[in-house]
């Protein structure tokens, strides 16, 4: 599309993971909502000199939507200054932490049907869950059923933000099973401080996490969940190792895991706009 002279320049930034959304809906039955949502893209899109992307997956769907002009991926990323490693919680206790709210996205019955069958196991294990979300009545009417699950399962608040280090800095092995994600600050922040993170084996996540290296990939099942649980409880004494990879994996500029690194790309993309005629 040609651009009038002195007509304002398009810039799009997609927020979680709207641009996949289309694709969902249709695979769960939703049609309307597809029809719209590609059209909703389709126009903005005709009409950017500029998006924003968070992962390479993004990029490939919005040149598969028909862009053709400028990319540049930005992913918010994480404070390493705020965001690092502590003081250990100094127990014999192996803490699982998930680090999604107990939302239908983030699939938390997997969590605690895969923590369940590992209870007996590990006598020393405890599941830490958010105690908010829209399934939290139903996450806690879960627990509530079997008394060894509910024994081991511990519920977290809501706490401010900058405290979050605090909780992921309490943790053994933290775990995000969500369903689709954009790119989740709360698993930068727990690579950050060190924590590898047992993730859904979904495109944003394939980008932060290296299957055995800094963390764990998993499908979205209990049985499969409870697997690298059981293994990262195996190999506990090689978590620490896997948390100073994941760390520097975060400080490498290269891959815009910090905020830092993605405000010097989003700053050059802009630079790059503005003089563009």
């Known amino acids: 599309m040609v651009k009038e002279v002195g007509e304002p320049s398009w810039v799009a930034s997609p927020r979680s993971s709207a641009l996949p959304a289309s694709r969902i809906c249709s695979q769960r039955g939703r049609p309307r909502r597809s029809i719209v949502e590609r059209g909703i893209l389709w126009y903005v899109l005709r009409h950017c000199d500029l998006v924003f992307s968070m992962t390479k997956d993004m990029n490939d769907r919005i040149r598969e939507a028909g862009y053709g002009g400028d990319i540049a991926m930005f992913r918010f990323g994480v404070d390493p200054a705020v965001f690092r490693k502590t003081a250990p919680h100094g127990t014999d206790e192996f803490r ?6 107990c939302s239908k996205i983030y699939n938390p019955l997997v969590v605690v049907e895969a923590f369940r069958s590992l ?17 939290i009545e139903k996450v806690r009417a879960a627990v509530d059923q079997d008394p060894l699950l509910k024994q081991h399962t511990r519920f977290v608040p809501k706490r401010p933000h900058q405290e979050m280090v ?3 800095n309490n943790a053994d092995i933290a ?10 600050s709360s698993v930068l922040e727990a690579l950050a401080c060190e924590l590898p993170v047992i993730g859904s084996s979904i495109p944003p996540i394939r980008e932060c996490i290296k299957d055995g290296v800094d ?12 697997d690298k649980i059981r293994k990262s409880f195996s190999l506990r004494t090689m978590l620490a190792t896997m948390g100073r990879r994941a760390r520097e994996m975060i400080l490498d500029p290269a891959n815009q895991f ?3 690194s993605n405000i010097k790309v989003a700053e050059e993309a802009y630079e790059k706009l503005l003089a563009s005629p």
Not at 215 to 226: C, F, H, M
């Open 166 to 168: 605090d909780v992921y």
């Open 215 to 226: 963390g764990y990939l998993t499908e979205i099942d209990p049985s499969v969940l409870a």
């Open 119 to 135: 209870a007996p196991q590990m006598p020393r294990a405890y599941l830490y869950l958010s105690d908010y979300g829209e399934m």
């Open 175 to 184: 775990i995000s099973v969500a369903s689709s994600d954009g790119f989740p």
């Open 96 to 101: 699982v932490l998930d680090i999604r709210p």
């Open 258 to 260: 910090t905020f830092e």
